[in-house]
């Protein structure tokens, strides 16, 4: 089994990013195109690509589209049968884009599975009109923006430092103060391989990440939600799969999708990223409001975590709100490392320390119930509130 890690060289790394644009991709930039190059339509921005008509387009190229305009030529059954297929691979919304397209060539692209079509050479004002039902229907959402609610990310410097015992502890206060508010909160596991969440937190789920992934196109809100089990706190837990995958057989289309629909359903999802770096949680942790780097204060896990902060910064995500917090800390660790040694080591201060309270830690864990019903008043406790107050802070959530 292969897997991508931080040890590969960084042209190897493809991150979706963040932003939301409607693509062109066209065979010249003739009529308006050339002018619209940078521009915004329907207040999207728009990207521009030169390429053949036949040749082939990676869906997951659109994954963070708003939608994506195809020139299809209709007497080429290649073209035709690009645009036909692309139209199946993903659920960014496509627009066709043909010269002097006859009333059964547009029939034909609709059935395909376009959105609309508009006549070469582009004009703006068509291109608007084509665009603005997408922009409705994104504002009608209340995420003009394209984002879609909020997400907390969760990365370790290396496995071990326990980053899914702090998270599940995290997600049950977060979900029981968000319930008293009105609101909903769902806890992702993406550590396809080594993923126990929903076990640290008592739960025995029947569905599981891998039932998402084989839904296709049949992905939905409410398959979603029955994919997930719920703990006493009200959280909503979406666990691993069952057996180990290869991270290479997922997507980012694919989890990108199951992302935004979990932030769109509970409004905050926390998602548990592998240790090990693939092109597709890069491009997840991408889309995060809020990046928790848990590690610990040892030299090594410094050290680690350094480089998980070089690699987010070689991607140009170094405007990621990204937090350090330093799990199983005692007060006597700074003897030997001190503040301004994680200072220099990481470029950044900690955040968060999470106090190193071993056994009332496990007895939750191994309850799967919050830390508050082994001790009520504990140092870890105390830490994960502040914990969970700073997020709370941070996404301006009155509770």
């Known amino acids: 089994m292969s897997v991508i890690n931080t040890h590969e060289a960084g042209k190897s790394w493809r991150t979706h990013r963040r932003e939301v644009a409607v693509h062109l991709y066209l065979t010249g930039a003739h009529g308006d195109a050339a002018e619209l190059v940078g521009a915004r339509i329907a207040g999207f921005p728009l990207a521009l690509s030169l390429l053949a008509e036949t040749d082939w387009i990676d869906p997951e190229d659109l994954a963070l589209a ?124 993406l550590d396809v391989q080594f993923g126990d969440a929903a076990f640290q937190l008592g739960l025995r789920p029947k569905l599981s990440l891998s039932d998402l992934l084989d839904a296709g196109s049949r992905l939905d809100g409410d398959l979603l939600r ?48 592998p240790t090990n770096w693939t092109n597709w949680s890069l491009s997840v942790l991408a889309r995060s409001d809020l990046v928790l780097l848990v590690t610990e204060l040892s030299v ?43 200072r220099q080591a990481l470029g950044r201060d900690v955040a968060y320390t999470i106090a190193n309270d071993h056994a009332v830690m496990c007895a939750a864990v191994e309850q799967g119930v919050p830390i508050s019903s082994i001790k009520r008043r504990s140092l870890v406790g105390k830490d994960i509130e502040a914990l969970d107050a700073g997020i709370a802070a941070a996404f301006r959530l009155e509770r």
Do not use: W
């Open 66 to 189: 708003a939608a994506a305009v195809i020139q299809v030529d209709r007497d080429s059954p290649a073209s035709v049968k690009r645009f036909q297929k692309l139209a199946s691979a993903t659920k960014t919304p496509l627009i066709a884009a043909a010269y002097e397209p006859p009333l059964a060539f547009v029939r034909s692209l609709v059935r395909a599975g376009a959105h609309d079509v508009v006549p070469l050479p582009l004009d703006v004002d068509d291109l608007e009109a084509s665009l603005a039902p997408i922009r409705d229907e994104l504002a009608s959402l209340g995420h003009s923006d394209g984002a879609i609610g909020k997400q907390v990310s969760v990365i370790k410097s290396a496995g071990g430092v326990g980053a899914t015992a702090l998270l599940s502890q995290l997600a049950i206060q977060f979900a029981e103060k968000e319930a008293s508010a009105g609101r909903e909160v769902c806890l992702l596991d």
């Open 226 to 273: 029955a994919t997930t089990v719920v703990h006493p706190s009200g959280l909503h837990v979406i666990s691993s799969p069952a057996e180990m995958m290869p991270l290479e057989a997922l997507s980012s289309e694919q989890l990108i999708e199951i992302v935004d629909l979990a932030a769109r359903e509970f409004g905050t999802v926390f998602v548990e990223l």
């Open 300 to 342: 090594t896990s410094l050290h680690r975590s350094r480089r998980q902060l070089d690699l987010i910064a070689s991607q140009d995500l170094a405007s990621l709100d990204v937090r350090i917090v330093v799990n199983r800390f005692e007060k006597g660790l700074f003897r030997t490392i001190k503040p301004a040694d994680v």
